[in-house]
């Protein structure tokens, strides 16, 4: 959990000082969700890989090596290096930590504690998401940016050099916490050398899931989320410098409130929310959807705090049992690390889509407002349709897979109904 904790702590802050590094080379606004695309592409392109890298060794071998990665990415951009280009290579290490960091809880942890444990991850890494981002809006604050210059450091000139080297700090020490990670005794497969044959085992995996009655669902609504969270993240930062009128450092950290929520709901699924009862969250996910149309009528930053923290905890609150009950039909239909890259593949095809219409919208001119209309109302429709589907799935007596009275895969069953 520390390890999640630092690691994540460091990837928000780098975003926010990615952003800055962005606009002090007066790049247009459009830039700004490439910058997302660029880190979420490696999700997608290496999901084939990572997955089978991730069971191949020890969890905490593979955080390791993939926070170098990150430590790499990170030096790339104090070096210089554009930084949609740096970022790629941080979504890089992202990409290959993501299946680790998940995967151990369902090789350490019984099926019972599993939505207790994504509670506790989910609710750290939102509590790194808020300080990082605060972290990183903090830095470019005019105090923050005189104490920063007033630092005796060689070859370090400038303030945004600064920022990007104290975030790199973060990721050394969330390397060395990897490395007190405990080997949970799991036997590792061995990792195949031919692409072809990962690749066709990856399609396998995804096709696996997606006809899994359970895991189509639970993968569709996390598919959803983290798309819509990425496009939001960026659409906070317009929304609150066009219409609430903040400067950007107060804009980026405004960002954490939505992450306040999101621990909120993410505490309350894991007290109340049992693996079984899981798919009956999925209406709160339409419901968020339609409260994000409230932005468009807030006036100030004081009404603006509530309502992002009420999207939030709706979105914590329905994300977390999806995600712990995708985990468990991820393990035992094809094994953690396959399952984890898999999701990780679907959620970032997602990011890619939404980022890029978000870009887009930002290319047309579209006004925020109208940004934000469309972004609820399609966060709301597709809910719908999950839900339509899951209901679907309940009449299919004789065909669905189904979690017994132990959480446990058995074999269908007639006359007998999903959980919710």
């Not at 960026?234 to 804009?251: F, N, Q, R, T």
Request: one cysteine or more; charged letters at 10%; hydrophobic letters at 55%.
């Amino acid at each position: 959990m520390a390890a999640q904790f630092f690691s994540a702590l460091a990837d928000n802050a780098l975003l926010i000082v990615a952003i800055a590094v962005l606009r002090d080379l007066q790049v247009p606004d459009e830039y700004v969700p490439i910058l997302k695309i660029s880190f979420a592409v490696s999700y997608v392109a290496l999901a084939a890989f990572v997955g089978a890298f991730a069971d191949s060794m020890p969890k905490w071998r593979v955080m390791f090596i993939s926070n170098g990665i990150k430590i790499l990415g990170c030096m790339m951009m104090l070096l210089g290096t554009h930084p949609l280009i740096a970022y790629a290579v941080v979504g890089l290490g992202a990409a290959a930590y993501s299946p680790a960091k998940y995967g151990i809880l369902t090789e350490y942890l019984p099926h019972r504690l599993l939505v207790l444990a994504n509670g506790w991850i989910e609710g750290l890494t939102v509590a790194a998401i808020i300080l990082g981002v605060t972290l990183g809006g903090a830095l470019f604050t005019d105090g923050a940016i005189r104490v920063l210059l007033a630092v005796p450091l060689p070859f370090l000139d400038t303030h945004i050099e600064m920022a990007v080297a104290l975030v790199g700090l973060i990721y050394i020490v969330a390397a060395i916490i990897n490395l007190h990670v405990p080997d949970t005794g799991v036997d590792h497969k061995p990792l195949k050398k031919n692409p072809l044959y990962l690749m066709h085992e990856f399609g396998h995996c995804v096709a696996l899931l997606w006809r899994d009655k359970l895991g189509q669902i639970s993968l569709a609504v996390t598919t959803l989320f983290w798309g819509a969270a990425a496009a939001l993240q960026l659409i906070v930062i317009k929304w609150a410098e066009d219409k609430l009128g903040m400067a950007y450092s107060s804009a980026s950290m405004l960002q954490g409130t939505v992450a306040v929520g999101v621990a909120i709901g993410a505490t309350l699924a894991a007290r109340f929310i049992t693996l079984k009862k899981s798919v009956r969250v999925i209406p709160l996910g339409i419901v968020m959807g339609f409260v994000v149309l409230i932005m468009n009528f807030v006036p100030d930053s004081k009404i603006a705090i509530p309502i992002l923290i009420a999207i939030g905890a709706l979105s914590g609150f329905f994300v977390v049992p999806m995600n712990a009950l995708l985990q468990h039909r991820g393990h035992i239909l094809m094994g953690a690390g396959h399952s984890i890259a898999v999701q990780n593949f679907n959620e970032n095809v997602s990011v890619l889509l939404m980022a890029a219409i978000y870009f887009l919208m930002l290319k047309a001119n579209m006004s925020i407002s109208w940004v934000i209309t469309l972004f609820g109302l399609f966060v709301s429709g597709i809910m719908c349709l999950i839900r339509l589907r899951h209901l679907q799935n309940q009449c299919q007596h004789d065909s669905v897979a189904h979690l017994d009275d132990n959480g446990v895969h058995g074999q269908p069953r007639k006359k007998r109904k999903l959980p919710g």
